[in-house]
């Protein structure tokens, strides 16, 4: 049993920490909030494909494609850090496409995708959701006909966050239509700029976009098909016990800041942590961040020795987005009327930062599966309940 | 960061399931709510032999000079089969302030006996006002002769009716702090005890204190500074608690969850039900979540690192997530556990007396609250 880093773990956590602190701009954190901390915006792509010089953008790659060979548990201590400071964390080609591409790609598309992912210098977009097929993905109709040497596509994707800013699309589609369900379903790479997508904008309730994404014959080379053909749904299904986390970094920071607002903010002649109420709400935030960070690294544990998490990854993201969701909500409480002040308003308390991810924490619970999904999951792997 | 037992750790866990599951079982457990001294000396003797009451004792002392996550895991499996008895309050609240404030000759006039098992030992802390502060302590410590006298009355003292020698709380001066901790015999002439009858039947006593000559050199540590070592103590205790808490929830919820897979409802096993299965998640969460809050403060503890913000944040966690994980299982559990005869209705009572033990969550988020500096 040990709860600490080991030395060498420590000292790259200390450079990310140090590179960050040099290199982060104002301007950098604007415009990662503006597109929901989405990696792909222009200065993102800077900052990353600098950081990711280093190779943490994918330390527990192997060497050969551009990683460190590093722990998970490394891996994730990054991924906290993006997270806790606000950094564009949600990387689709580094952190999801990229260990499937590796697990189950030809070696012609490792070569042709690798690197450049682990580099930084191309972003995948999620293409899993239809207005049909939400939590019941099996049900996904966007048509891949094949045409010899290319499939030609047709159909409709929703909610895909990325779409706008990112290069390609990870996109799953049905490329037997006989077939029922998750079997006829295939993997594959798709050029964003291909002629007849066209993306829509979907503004959400935390100000940033997702989109829809319409595809009218759209043209796709054989070559971009990932694994095998109808093999889609279960590299979907495995890729969610890879390295699937979910850091609790950007409302950590979120606490952090709501515990500064309560010791500095006067009311009634004495500050607001001097109150009993906060106190106690405060401290249990703090003791339910210490266990999502358990959790959280307790993942990477199961991975360090070399086994599949099961029913854990499940549990860490229930726990730590409804965690979200309690900070925000109690952000919200001890800040009382100023609470509902947007940025920019006179007397906004934390210029609006509570309000705004007390919106933005609405989809916490629904997005990646929801958490209804997950108790699922849970319950059917975990704990052996049966099906019907 | 490594989540993992030793094999030191798993050579404990595996002896302690093996003895307490044939040793200490739910028949002897509800006989021992009954029974007047709340434990068996055969059971008490077999534990002395598997060395259990020294493990944490230092080896200069007759023990095997184990750590606090060596505890943790033995505490877990007594936790697990609801251990009755003077284990916790002999080796933790009795034995740990001896050893991490006793004199030499203190130590070495007791630990031994404790680690053989052959003395049974408390901590006399808590007065009327039922709190954990400083100046909840009135008894008091009056110089006299070579001594001192105490005169006083104790609440809820673990164990005491079995106990052969108590850690003694009282008050030494005027200031809020000027507490001392003292050793007295539990024979002393003018000490009275009464045991109070207890929800989960646990021996929890009031110990009346009628001037009662202590040597002078029974003091642990110096006068007037008990308080920064019961603050210690009581730290410590309440994760050692937190230990037999994660095993009394893991066994909880190994009574619940093959009875959603066997108990068929609507022609359907109940687990295949959506409801059942989120309660069931849910309790699965809390047990594996209180588990990492666990091993996470005992190791702190272990490896001589600031423990305090932990351990508080560790008690308060695992209070709340073990009454809430068996309240779940209830609801899983339908009428059944209602009933006496169902086991789980043991860990029901538990959970609530340990919560209630050191400090509920309430104290504890206070105690975290000061730790962040709020």
């Known amino acids: 049993m040990d709860f600490e880093f080991s030395p060498e773990e420590q000292k790259v956590i200390d450079d990310v920490r140090a590179f960050i602190k040099a290199e982060v701009t104002p301007e950098l954190l604007e415009e990662s909030l503006a597109i929901g901390y989405c990696y792909g915006g222009k200065l993102g792509r800077q900052f990353f494909q600098k950081f990711a010089t280093n190779g943490w953008l994918v330390p527990n790659w192997p060497e050969e494609y551009g990683g460190l060979g590093a722990s998970a548990m490394l891996t994730f201590a990054i991924r906290e850090e993006i997270a806790y400071n606000r950094l564009p964390g949600a990387f689709v080609a580094a952190h ?80 037997d239509p006989e077939s029922k369900k998750h079997r006829g379903m295939s993997m594959m790479i798709v050029n964003l700029k291909s002629p007849g997508i066209t993306i829509r904008p979907m503004i959400t309730l935390a100000g940033w976009q997702t989109n829809e994404v319409y595809y009218d014959d759209v043209t796709v080379p054989k070559k971009n098909l990932v694994g095998e053909q109808n093999r889609g749904f279960y590299y979907l299904m495995a890729a969610l016990d890879y390295e699937r986390m979910f850091p ?63 029913y854990q990854t499940s549990m860490q993201k229930i726990f730590t987005t409804e965690l979200g969701q309690r900070i925000t909500e109690t952000g919200m409480e001890v800040l009382g009327l100023y609470s509902q002040l947007k940025k920019g308003s006179k007397w906004a308390a934390l210029a609006g930062k509570v309000e705004h991810y007390h919106r933005w924490s609405i989809v916490e619970t629904i997005y990646a599966g929801t958490n209804e999904v997950q108790r699922n999951i849970i319950a059917h792997r975990g704990l052996g309940l049966p099906a019907r | ?77 007594m936790g697990y089969s609801a251990l009755p008895g003077p284990f916790f309050s002999t080796v933790i609240l009795g034995g740990l302030p001896l050893q991490e404030a006793g004199s030499d000759a203190q130590k070495a006039d007791i630990l031994p006996g404790l680690a053989s098992g052959e003395r049974i030992m408390t901590l006399a802390w808590i007065e009327e006002d039922g709190l954990f502060t400083p100046e909840a302590v009135k008894l008091s410590a009056a110089p006299e002769g070579e001594g001192y006298v105490l005169s006083g009355t104790k609440l809820f003292v673990p164990n005491a009716n079995v106990a052969d020698t108590m850690v003694c709380v009282a008050r030494t001066g005027e200031g809020e702090t000027d507490l001392s901790l003292f050793i007295a015999d539990a024979m002393s002439t003018g000490l009275n005890i009464t045991p ?33 070592i019961l603050k210690r103590i009581q730290l410590m205790a309440a994760v050692a608690k937190c230990a037999e808490m994660m095993g009394g929830a893991r066994k909880a919820f190994e009574l619940v969850l093959p009875w959603t897979k066997e108990r068929v409802q609507f022609d359907r096993p109940i687990g295949s039900f959506q409801a059942i299965q989120h309660h069931c998640a849910n309790m699965f969460t809390y047990l594996d979540t209180l588990t990492y809050m666990t091993y996470k403060a005992s190791w702190l503890i272990a490896a001589g690192k600031p423990f305090e913000k932990e351990a508080s944040m560790c008690k308060a966690y695992v209070s709340d997530s073990y009454r809430k994980l068996v309240a779940l299982g209830h609801q899983v559990m339908g009428g059944i556990a209602f009933m006496e005869e169902h086991d789980l209705g043991i860990y ?27």
């Open chain 1, 96 to 175: 999801m496409a990229g260990p499937t591409i590796m697990h189950v790609g030809s070696e012609e598309m490792k070569k042709e995708w690798l690197l450049p992912i682990a580099r930084g210098e191309v972003e995948f977009a999620l293409g899993y959701t239809e207005p049909q097929a939400g939590s019941d993905l099996s049900n996904v109709q966007l048509k891949a006909m094949d045409k010899g040497d290319h499939f030609l596509l047709n159909g409709q994707k929703t909610f895909n966050t990325h779409s706008h800013v990112a290069d390609y699309h990870w996109l799953i589609c049905r490329t």
């Open chain 2, 196 to 228: 109070l009858i207890t929800m989960a039947g646990d021996k929890q006593c009031e110990v009346k204190f009628d001037k009662v000559m202590v040597p002078k050199n029974s003091i642990i540590g110096e006068l007037n500074q008990g308080w920064p």
């Open chain 2, 348 to 374: 029901f009572k538990r959970a609530k007396a340990a919560e209630l033990f050191l400090g509920d969550a309430d104290f504890h988020r206070e105690m975290v609250a000061q730790e962040m500096r709020l």
């Open chain 1, 248 to 310: 609790g970094g950007s409302y950590r920071r979120l606490f952090d800041d709501i515990v500064e607002y309560a010791r500095k903010t006067i009311v009634g002649g004495k500050p607001l942590s001097k109150n009993p109420l906060v106190r106690q709400k405060l401290a249990q935030l703090a003791i339910d961040i210490e266990t999502s960070t358990l959790l959280f690294y307790s993942l990477a544990g199961i991975l360090d020795k070399g086994e599949i998490p099961n």
């Open chain 2, 1 to 77: 960061m490594n989540f993992d037992f030793n094999e030191d750790q798993n050579i404990i866990k595996e002896a302690a399931q093996k003895f307490l599951s044939k040793e200490c079982t739910s028949d002897l457990v509800r006989a021992m709510v009954e029974d007047e001294k709340g434990y068996t000396p055969e059971l008490w003797q077999g534990m002395a032999e598997l060395g259990w009451m020294g493990l944490l004792v230092p080896e200069e002392y007759d023990g095997f000079g184990g750590n606090f996550v060596d505890l943790m895991v033995l505490l877990g499996e």
